[in-house]
């Protein structure tokens, strides 16, 4: 069976266990269930119950594995990171569709993996300094303000944190990055948005446009991004898909990292060199 043919006939059922598919739009969420979960699934449960199982974004990986070797680079990253575990849900990074995390630790690691290509298409721009300086944690109608500047966190608003996720993202980004500088290259910059699926968001995208401009170059610009805006769309996908908690033997908690509505906004200032330092 080729990779494309990836539906399986399971006594008369339509499950996707064969083969990682090729489209990643029909991966974007995997599970990790034994042959006897799935077909607990597909005969206890009830109609309504089981249509995850069938789902057009979701990929059932049955373990243990039936081969000797990975087919696909999705699978390979997924053993390499210790993921192939019964019960697990994965989830697709918005920045790489090869790379998986947890469900439990999706929140965060989207948000760092995102600091992270900021910072990436900054250097590409030739920055020179690239300094965190508040995080907001948004969490249905209230919000939490950090100052960073590169130091440990103190709440600008004088209310403890309840939210420890939260606490731990802002001890997490508080980090600067400090380059030599130079001149941009927008093309590279460019090339690497669209390679991490990150084009359409428009503070990045902008801030190319503006050090395209060799006329009247940007030297310092204090920038917003949302790092949870691609996790959302992706968390999205597993909350459309009704897991039942008792069906797959998973906790409630666990499930619900699928609902989170946490919001996290960085403000940065980046800095650039003049066109005469560089010259120098």
């Known amino acids: 069976m ?35 979960t ?49 019960g697990a849900v994965l989830l697709q990074s918005p920045y790489d569709r090869n790379a998986y995390v947890d469900l439990s630790q999706a929140t965060d690691q989207f948000a760092i993996e995102k600091l ?9 721009l030739g920055a020179r300094d ?8 948004s ?25 420890k996720v939260g606490n731990s993202l802002a001890r997490k980004f508080s980090i600067n990055a400090s380059f030599r500088g130079g001149k941009p290259n927008t093309e590279a910059a460019e090339k690497y948005l669209r390679g991490k699926q990150l084009w359409g968001d428009v503070v990045m995208r902008s801030l190319v446009e ?5 006329d009247n170059q940007i030297l310092e610009q204090k920038v917003v991004i949302s790092l949870s805006s691609e996790s959302k769309r992706s968390l999205g996908v597993v909350a459309k898909l009704n897991l039942p908690a008792k069906g797959l033997g998973l906790t409630a908690n666990y499930l619900d990292s699928a609902h989170s509505i946490e919001e996290y906004l960085l403000t940065l200032t980046v800095k650039f060199d003049s066109p005469e330092t560089d010259s120098l």
Do not use: W
């Open 210 to 214: 503006q050090c395209a401009d060799e």
């Open 139 to 163: 969490k249905d109608s209230s919000s939490q303000v950090y100052e960073l500047h590169g130091k440990a966190p103190v709440a600008k608003l004088d209310v403890k944190v309840e939210n």
């Open 38 to 86: 799935i077909n607990e699934c597909l005969y206890d449960l009830e109609p309504e119950a089981k249509g995850f199982l069938f789902d057009p974004q979701s990929h059932i990986l049955q373990y243990p594995l039936t081969v000797d070797e990975p087919d696909s680079q999705a699978l390979q990253n997924i053993i390499d990171a210790d993921l192939l575990r019964p």
């Open 2 to 36: 080729n990779e494309q043919g990836t539906r399986i006939a399971r006594k008369g059922s339509n499950v996707a266990t064969g083969k990682i598919p090729l489209d990643h739009g029909a991966r974007r969420v995997m599970l990790v269930l034994d042959e006897n």
């Open 116 to 124: 992270r290509h900021f910072s990436r298409l900054c250097q590409y």
């Open 130 to 137: 690239v300094t965190v300086e508040q995080v907001e944690v």
